[in-house]
C-alpha cells in the first residue's frame, strides 16, 4: 500500500529557519519521508517572501501559495492516493483547501502543537466568539489530526468528528544534528538558555535573579542567552535587570542564534535550563528545546510543567518547582556545580530517554500509523 501512497505537504507562512514551527515542519518532513513519497508544495521561504513593511500582502501571498500548491496535488484513484497535509490553523484556508481536496478524492489532515492562540490569550468574549463562529467547525473538515499531548488531544476531541483519526504525535528532535559534538568533552564556564525572553512563557526574569546568587558562589561560570530576536521591549527590560544585578560581564545576551549553530552551544554548556512556569500554553504545548537540550547530553534543569513528567523521571533531569523557581533554581545549580560527574550520568539517561520517545525514528512509526488508518 506504501508504493501508492504520496503525502503533499502545503507548508503556509514564514520559512524562518530559526523558529520553533519551521524546526517543527522539517520534523514532520523528515517522518513523513521515512516511509512514504513527499512533496512540499504552497511553500515561500523567507528568503523569497515580499518584505514585512506589506504584512497583508505577505498574508495574500502566502495563502494563494498555498491553495496554488493544493490545485497542483494530483486527483487520487484506486491505484494513486493522495493525502494534503496542512500546515496552517487558518480555518479559512483549512475550508478552501478541504473543497479542493473533496474535490480531488484526496484526504486532508492537520498537525496541532498548542492550544488556539485566541483560547491561551484567554479573552473571554473572543474565546467565545471564536468558539461559535470558528472552531465548532473547523476541525470536523480533516480526516487526520496529529496531536501533541494529551491535553491537546482533550481539547480538540469534542469539536473532531467520529471518523477523523487522531494520533498523539510528541516533539521531534533531530539527533542527526548532534552526532558530530561530544559531548563527554570538557565544558565551557557558561549555564545556557534558548527562547523566548518572556517571563511569563519561559521565566527568564527568574533565570537571571538566580544567577545573581550563582555568580557570587561560582564567579568563573557566565550565563548565556540566545534569543529575544523578535522581543525589543522584553530584551531591554533583561538588559535593565542584568544592569542592576551588575552582572553585565557575567550575562551574554547573544540574539538569534543560527539553528545549525544551537548544537554547538548546548554540547559546550555546563548546564541548561528551562523556567518555565505553568500555564495553558505549558500545558498544551512541549518545549522543542527540551528535547534538543536532551540530546545534548548535558545535565538539564527544568519545571514539569505540562506533560515534561510523563516522559522524564529524576533520573534523566533535574526538576525544579514552577511555584519556586528562583529559590530551586540556585539550589539545583550549586548542586550540579558540586556534584557535577554525578549529574553527566542522569544527563545521559535522558539522552537515552529522548532517543527512544522523541527521535524521528520513534516519531515517524506514529506518522505512518495515522496515514495508513485515514487511508483505510
Not at 486527483?75 to 478541504?98: Q, Y
Request: hydrophobic share 40%.
Amino acid at each position: 500500500m506504501q508504493d501508492s501512497v504520496m503525502i503533499f505537504i502545503l507548508k503556509s507562512g514564514q520559512g524562518h529557519r530559526n523558529t520553533a514551527s519551521y524546526n517543527r515542519f522539517l520534523m514532520l518532513k523528515q517522518m513523513c519521508e521515512k516511509h512514504f513519497e513527499t512533496r512540499v508544495v504552497g511553500f515561500q521561504t523567507f528568503e523569497n517572501r515580499i518584505t514585512s513593511k506589506y504584512k497583508i500582502l505577505n498574508t495574500v501571498s502566502y495563502r494563494l501559495n498555498i491553495l496554488k500548491g493544493a490545485i497542483s496535488v494530483p486527483v487520487s484513484d484506486a491505484k494513486h492516493r493522495n493525502v494534503m497535509f496542512l500546515l496552517s490553523t487558518d480555518p479559512f484556508l483549512l475550508l478552501l483547501v478541504w473543497i479542493i481536496a473533496r474535490f480531488k478524492g484526496n484526504k486532508i489532515i492537520n498537525e496541532r502543537n498548542e492550544f488556539p492562540e485566541t483560547i491561551r490569550k484567554g479573552i473571554k468574549w473572543r474565546v467565545f466568539v471564536y468558539k461559535a463562529t470558528v472552531l465548532w467547525w473547523q476541525y470536523r473538515l480533516l480526516d487526520g489530526i496529529f496531536l501533541m499531548t494529551d491535553e491537546l488531544i482533550n481539547f480538540y476531541s469534542p469539536y473532531i468528528r467520529k471518523k477523523c483519526i487522531v494520533q498523539k504525535l510528541p516533539m521531534t528532535v533531530d539527533f542527526e544534528r548532534f552526532s558530530n559534538f561530544d559531548s563527554n568533552k570538557r565544558s565551557m564556564p557558561y549555564i545556557f538558555y534558548a527562547g523566548s525572553f518572556s517571563q511569563k512563557k519561559d521565566g527568564v526574569k527568574s533565570l537571571i535573579s538566580a544567577f545573581n546568587v550563582i555568580a557570587k558562589a561560582i564567579p568563573e561560570w557566565e550565563l548565556w542567552l540566545a534569543g529575544g530576536a523578535k522581543q525589543k521591549e522584553e530584551t531591554e527590560k533583561l538588559s535593565k535587570l542584568i544592569a542592576k544585578y551588575g552582572l553585565t560581564d557575567k550575562v551574554k545576551l547573544l540574539g538569534e542564534v543560527n539553528r545549525v549553530e544551537i548544537p554547538g552551544y548546548l554540547t559546550n554548556a555546563k548546564i541548561l535550563v528551562l523556567p518555565r512556569p505553568d500555564s495553558i500554553q505549558a500545558r498544551g504545548g512541549f518545549p522543542t528545546k527540551l528535547g534538543e537540550y536532551l540530546a545534548s547530553g548535558k545535565p538539564v534543569i527544568a519545571t514539569p510543567v505540562g506533560e515534561i513528567p510523563k516522559y522524564l523521571s529524576k533520573d534523566e533531569i533535574f526538576f525544579i518547582s514552577p511555584q519556586y523557581i528562583e529559590k530551586e533554581l540556585k539550589e539545583k545549580i550549586l548542586y550540579i556545580y558540586e556534584n557535577y560527574e554525578d549529574a553527566l550520568v542522569i544527563a545521559n539517561n535522558g539522552k537515552l530517554k529522548a532517543y527512544e520517545s522523541f527521535s524521528i525514528e520513534a516519531n515517524a512509526i506514529k506518522v505512518k500509523e495515522l496515514f495508513i488508518k485515514v487511508l483505510r
